[in-house]
């Protein structure tokens, strides 16, 4: 059921059966090392290059998960998924030995979200019964796509944020014991004239800032009805912002906001800077530890947001700004009627 | 209503009501000339770089939809597209300035197919009631992300296709006159080890025979019942791998298939050696010429198979193979029931 311009609410809420996670070494040194399915200690992964090494994350993290929900390729109906890399190549190497149809999807570091969102709609809408989702990211592919080669040492400025190795994958299913998809905003692209690559919080807080205000319109909800609104990799000074840009139009979201950016690195002790990004980001945090969050009753009712920053490094030097874009999910342990 | 492993047949389905096309200068001295809404006569577009003018492409295409269609931004539901540009910005920049809710896809020269499956999927399940679909792709951005700069005139081998300077946009309804989306196949990733960039045809070929044995097999229709069994952009070199492919298990596409590669360009006269490639050719072909064909009867039921290659030169250098996807729609006049 549609509600409002961007808001779809589930007559029939998927349930997110099982997930899977992996990360890299520093990821697993961080706050939340003991949520993650695997720790790499080797972020080459045995292959002799990093887009090898990303592409086999995500391959892997698929195949764990698969063999957590006790389920064969043939029982998928679906696998959606992306990744940063050009032409998401991570993504098509780690898929192309799956015997299971695909939808390549493209929405930056918001593609945990988007493919969690697509698949719920299309298992909502009877087009399958269960999908996979996944994503990754990689710091040291991403460093030389984006920026520079590791290999020239160059400094980070305070606000630019540390691209997270890792990978999470989500088993969705048109049946199940919850935590449930109940409903998701599909975002709008918004630029701001941000054009700072190493400030893509700011880059992404307005594109936040734009879904959830439609989430919260839409819906008729506050954010005191949920127990956590996540966002995917806002970073510290994303997260700033959005909390601050929210405020202004009359959404409380600090006491309820966290940021997966923020949660997976200790950005003092690990030099992150201001925090973590990246496709894998969202999706190790969110399949490694929120899940666990739901499923053991920690976190009923939460929102997660995943950003995304839609540039390219010919865009950049060719004088253009940094579009971006943020897809929400409603996820509850219950089947509710709060949103309708 | 899913059929077999692939196949989604739709219980209401949905209506093409209209699309738009542009294309550039050489394609519009090719043999369809006469079937676009815009032909340039500067692939430049009036910008200072070939990636603006193919972002200005899918933008001003989908402007043009809008007009052709009598509708505005606040009354399109989502709107869904990518490109093979790096991070799909041709796509982002285009759609940036729309109010309108935004998946990004990437399939590479399959991302008119997929994104008419997807937005058909979403309305027949009641997630939309429409959408507007929309990809481009650019011979000059392409060369040079690709293969070489033009500035280095490479010569082309034989096998080798001219991307098309081209954009396709469609908009799809919930309700209408048709033709209508009756069903989609949706494809798996498949890589038969080609690794030669100037012979993508032959790495797709494979993928397309994969969905369209799929799609006979598990609809139980024959190339028969079909008007035109019509690819994206194998041209002539894919075309003949797939039709023999196809003829060795007893489906005989041979009378009833073309290619939007072969029919884009005048192979001997235009210099374009195997035909016709990206995004923008099945986008241009299918949106100026086959709907038209469909509006005044001339095609009455139909399969569009769009074919992408999914690699990036980066991973061609670290010794990959190209991997490749296929999604097929049935479109026909009438709502018929020979499907279920």
């Not at 579009?323 to 219950?334: F, G, M, R, W």
Request: one cysteine or more; glycine letters at 10%.
């Amino acid at each position: 059921m549609r509600k409002g311009r961007q808001t779809v609410i589930f007559e029939n809420a998927p349930s997110i059966f099982e997930t899977a996670s992996t990360v890299g070494k520093k990821e697993g040194e961080g706050p939340l090392s003991a949520k993650f399915d695997t720790v790499l200690d080797d972020d080459y992964y045995g292959e002799d290059s990093w887009e090898k090494a990303e592409s086999k994350l995500q391959k892997k993290t698929a195949e764990k998960l698969m063999e957590k929900a006790k389920i064969t390729e043939q029982a998928v109906d679906l696998i959606l998924a992306g990744d940063l890399l050009n032409q998401c190549v991570g993504t098509h190497y780690a898929v192309r030995d799956f015997d299971i149809p695909f939808l390549g999807l493209y929405g930056a570091c918001s593609t945990m979200a988007e493919s969690m969102m697509i698949a719920s709609m299309l298992i909502s809408g009877g087009m399958a019964n269960n999908a996979i989702c996944v994503t990754s990211s990689h710091f040291c592919s991403a460093e030389k796509q984006y920026r520079f080669p590791l290999e020239y040492g160059g400094q980070r400025t305070p606000t630019a944020q540390w691209t997270v190795t890792g990978s999470g994958a989500a088993f969705i299913k048109n049946e199940g014991n919850g935590p449930y998809v109940l409903g998701a905003t599909v975002g709008k692209v918004i630029d701001m004239g941000i054009n700072d690559v190493s400030n893509m919080g700011a880059a992404m807080a307005p594109a936040a800032h734009d879904t959830l205000s439609a989430l919260f319109s839409e819906t008729g909800t506050k954010p005191e009805d949920y127990d956590l609104i996540l966002t995917g990799d806002l970073g510290h000074v994303g997260s700033d912002i959005l909390c601050h840009m929210l405020d202004k139009d009359g959404y409380n979201i600090y006491p309820k906001h966290n940021d997966c950016g923020k949660m997976i690195f200790d950005a003092k002790k690990q030099d992150v800077h201001a925090g973590g990004s990246g496709c894998g980001c969202c999706g190790s945090v969110f399949c490694g530890h929120i899940f666990k969050e739901l499923k053991n009753g920690n976190i009923k009712r939460m929102i997660v947001a995943a950003t995304g920053a839609l540039m390219n490094p010919t865009s950049l030097l060719q004088g253009e700004s940094i579009p971006a874009i943020a897809h929400a999910l409603i996820i509850s342990t219950d089947i509710e009627n709060f949103l309708r």
